[in-house]
């Protein structure tokens, strides 16, 4: 994850513009430029070495950088696009973005599975010893769970009920499990779905004991961890589960994108909001006031729920990929910086 600096200093060999130089310029620039880039001494210190003044070294620092007596690389893994992650960051306001290549056999393919895995080396970053890290449903996070290798010792809560209560095992509440796991934390999964047929039954379990104390962390969750749906078939956790009825009648309100059962529309306003009396989820304010939130989510059918959620202000960084990430770029105006978090809506 992290982009390493590669220094390469060369003498004789530096290419014809550096020929112009005399042997002893070179020399000397060449021993300077390594005290500096490779040996971290200071421009005084160097000064001081070679009985010149500062603004000496600092012009002969430069003339070797013209003249590709030095030449200085930033790698980072393959995997990584660095240009469009900072130029992600940048647009949205983001505090961190993560572009990965989209495989090519995956480009259409919502979340590849290897966003998971770069998320997980984020949350690595992000995760300090006794923060409260809270996971949502979703595919993206559960590949992120299975990739997690490290992380600081931290209490695991989990923030929305599950897809299908018989498949928790597999699901969400195994993601909480092998991220407490990892960290040697405690974990709070909820053993429940995510959407209740009406609001009294999901009212009824949040005050079961065991959901009513994953419900209790959730304000002081630090570092969280969501998926975002698009409004369709098979992409949307919260699509899939509701009748055509209800689908049509979202719809007809422009709902474009969920995250956690909460619907957005391409603006980013959230929407429909009766529908999360009847889902057991963390509330959108509770999720605004988490200092970290991470949205892993790529691929080019979710490009615009990409920029809906990210418009509404509730997510400071994503993972995402280059197809993503390619769409992000160019979608409609210029969005407001997302670190100012802010509802939308209102208050």
């Known amino acids: 994850m992290n982009s390493s600096e590669e220094i390469a200093v060369s003498g004789m060999s530096a290419g014809r513009s550096a020929m112009r130089m005399g042997p002893a310029e070179l020399v000397q620039a060449a021993a300077m430029a390594r005290r500096f880039y490779l040996e971290g001494k200071s421009k005084i210190q160097i000064a001081e070495e070679f009985g010149v003044s500062r603004f000496k070294v600092a012009r002969v620092l430069e003339t070797a950088l013209e003249r590709d007596l030095v030449r200085i690389e930033i790698r980072v893994p393959a995997e990584l696009d660095a240009e469009r992650s900072d130029a992600l960051r940048a647009r949205y306001g983001l505090r961190h973005a993560v572009v990965v290549e989209s495989p090519a056999e995956a480009q259409e393919s919502p979340d590849p ?37 490290r992380l600081p010792p931290c209490t695991v809560v989990q923030l929305t009920g ?56 959730f304000d002081k969750v630090t570092v969280a961890c969501v998926s975002i749906g698009s409004w369709e078939a098979g992409i949307s956790t919260v699509h899939d ?69 990210l418009r509404s202000g509730l997510v400071t960084s994503l993972v995402t990929d280059t197809s993503a990430a390619d769409y992000l770029m160019t979608a409609g105006t210029t969005p407001r910086p997302a670190l100012n978090r802010a509802d939308p809506d209102g208050p």
């Open 241 to 309: 589960m509701l009748t055509e009825e209800e689908r049509a009648h979202y719809a007809t309100l422009g709902v474009a994108a969920e995250m956690s059962a909460h619907l957005f529309d391409v603006e980013g306003r959230r929407v429909g909001r009766d529908l999360g009396e009847r889902c057991i989820t963390v509330e959108a304010d509770r999720l605004r006031r988490i200092p970290e939130v991470v949205a892993i989510a790529g691929g080019q059918r979710k490009g615009a729920a990409i920029d809906a959620v």
């Open 162 to 217: 599950v897809y299908d209560a018989g498949t928790a095992e597999r699901g969400s509440v195994e993601a909480v499990r092998r991220a407490a796991q990892v960290s040697g934390g405690d974990a709070h999964p909820i053993y429940a779905p995510m959407l209740l047929p009406d609001a009294a039954t999901a009212a009824a379990l949040r005050n079961q004991t065991g959901i009513a104390r994953a419900f209790e962390y």
């Open 113 to 149: 599975e290897n966003l998971g895995e770069v998320a997980a080396d984020l949350l690595g970053e992000l995760v300090n010893e006794g923060d409260v890290l809270g996971l949502a449903w979703g595919r993206s996070t559960i590949h992120m769970a299975a990739a997690l290798d």
